[in-house]
C-alpha cells in the first residue's frame, strides 16, 4: 500500500497516520522524493482503507500487491515524463532520441558528433567517458576531464548529455556535467551506486541487467526511487542467451510488459541488443513500435575507426536515415493506435 501525503502535513498528522496503519500490523516506510512524500506500508492483514481516509494529512491511498511499490503502474494514473530543461523530455507525447558514440575520444570527435544530432534534430547526446571493458587492455574512456571538455561543447550546442556511470566516487565529479545519469547493464544490481543514486536530483536511466529479468529491473529502480530519486527511466538493452548469432538477444517483448508493469518511461538501445550494425535500423523499428518511449543508439564519424563498439555504431549517414523513418514510424504510430 501506497500512501500519498499532504504538501502540508504535520508530524502530529503523519504520527498519527504511521500509528493507525501500525495498528493493522502494517511495517511503515516513509520515503521522501523531488516530488512527494509517500509513506510504504507493507503487510498481509486485508482492511478497509477507508478506515484511513478521515485522518488528516493523507492525499490518497493506493492499494499496490507488487513488491516494487513505487514504480509500479498500479497506483498513477497518468505516466511519469522526465524533463531534462530546456523543452527537452523523455516519455510523454514525444519521442525522445538519443545517439552519440559509445567512448568519447577527442573533442573532434565530440565537435562532429553534435553537429550531426543538431542537423537531425536530436536534442540528447550519448557518450561514455568512464568505460566497462570486458578486457583491461581495453580504452576504458577519457574520464572526468573528457566529460568537462564535452559538456562545455554540448552546452554551446544546446545538447542534454547522458553518461555513464560506475561507481558511487564518481557522482560527485559528474553531477554537474551530465543531464542524465546511466547504470549501465554490468551495474544493474550494484545497489550502494543505486542508493546513492537516489540522493541525487537528477534523472537516472537504469540498463537492463545483462542476464537480468524484468522483474530484478524493476526492482533496481524501486532502488534508486525509495531512496528519494523518481526521475527515473528503464532501458531494455538485450539481455544474454544460449544464441550467438548476435551480441545479445534483444527482448521486444519486454517493452510493453514494462509499460504495463511501470509508469516509468521505457528506452531501448538496438545498437546494444543485437551488436551488428546492419541490424541496428530493424530492430529500433521494432522496439518503437512495441511501445518504447526513446532509442537510445551508438553513432561515430567512422564506425571502423572507434575505439569501442564499432562494429554495432553506425556512421552518420546510417544515423540519419534512421532518425528520419523512426519519426515517420513514431507518426505511424500515435496515428493508428
Known amino acids: 500500500m501506497i500512501i500519498q501525503l499532504s504538501s502540508t502535513i504535520n508530524n502530529f498528522q503523519k504520527d498519527s497516520i504511521v500509528k ?28 478497509d482503507i477507508r478506515q484511513l481516509g478521515f485522518l488528516s494529512g493523507i492525499e490518497d491511498i493506493h492499494r ?28 510523454g507525447n514525444s519521442l525522445a532520441i538519443m545517439a552519440g ?10 565537435e562532429l558528433t553534435i553537429n550531426h544530432l543538431k542537423e537531425n534534430g536530436v536534442q540528447i547526446m550519448r557518450g561514455g567517458v568512464f568505460k566497462p571493458r570486458s578486457s583491461p587492455y581495453a580504452f576504458r574512456g577519457l574520464g572526468v576531464e573528457g566529460l568537462k571538455m564535452w559538456h562545455k561543447k554540448a552546452r554551446e550546442a544546446g545538447i542534454k548529455i547522458i553518461s555513464e556511470v560506475m561507481q558511487v566516487s564518481q557522482i560527485a565529479d559528474m553531477y554537474d556535467y551530465v543531464d542524465v545519469f546511466q547504470v549501465g547493464a554490468r551495474n544493474t544490481q550494484n545497489f550502494n551506486l543505486l542508493d546513492e543514486l537516489g540522493k541525487v536530483d537528477k534523472p537516472v536511466m537504469i540498463k537492463r541487467g545483462i542476464s537480468g529479468t524484468i522483474e530484478e529491473l ?11 530519486n523518481e526521475k527515473l527511466i528503464l532501458c531494455e538493452r538485450g539481455i544474454r542467451t544460449y544464441e550467438r548469432a548476435s551480441r545479445n538477444t534483444m527482448d521486444v517483448n519486454a517493452i510493453p510488459i514494462l509499460k504495463e508493469k511501470t509508469h516509468l518511461p521505457v528506452v531501448a538501445d538496438p545498437s546494444h541488443g543485437i551488436g551488428i ?17 526513446g532509442i537510445i543508439y551508438e553513432t561515430h564519424q567512422k564506425p571502423e575507426e572507434a ?6 555504431t553506425l556512421d552518420f549517414n546510417e544515423s540519419a536515415r534512421l532518425i528520419r523513418k523512426l519519426l515517420k514510424a513514431y507518426e505511424l504510430r500515435e496515428t493508428a493506435f
Not at 500487491?65 to 523543452?87: A, T
Not at 524493476?218 to 528519494?228: D, Q, R
Open 218 to 228: 524493476l526492482y533496481s529502480a524501486e532502488y534508486v526511487f525509495s531512496a528519494g
Open 277 to 293: 550494425r546492419e541490424f541496428v535500423e530493424p530492430i529500433a523499428l521494432a522496439a518503437l513500435m512495441a511501445g518504447a518511449d
Open 20 to 47: 493507525k496503519v501500525s495498528e493493522f500490523g502494517y511495517k511503515v516506510s516513509e520515503v521522501k522524493t523531488q516530488k512527494g512524500t509517500y509513506l510504504i506500508s507493507i503487510g498481509k492483514k486485508e482492511f
Open 64 to 91: 499496490v500487491s507488487d513488491d516494487y511499490k513505487l514504480v509500479s503502474g498500479k497506483w498513477k494514473v497518468d505516466r511519469s515524463v522526465v524533463d531534462l530543461g530546456d523543452g527537452v523530455f523523455i516519455g
Open 101 to 110: 558514440p559509445c567512448s568519447i575520444e577527442t573533442e573532434a570527435q565530440v
Open 307 to 312: 575505439y569501442s563498439d564499432g562494429q554495432q
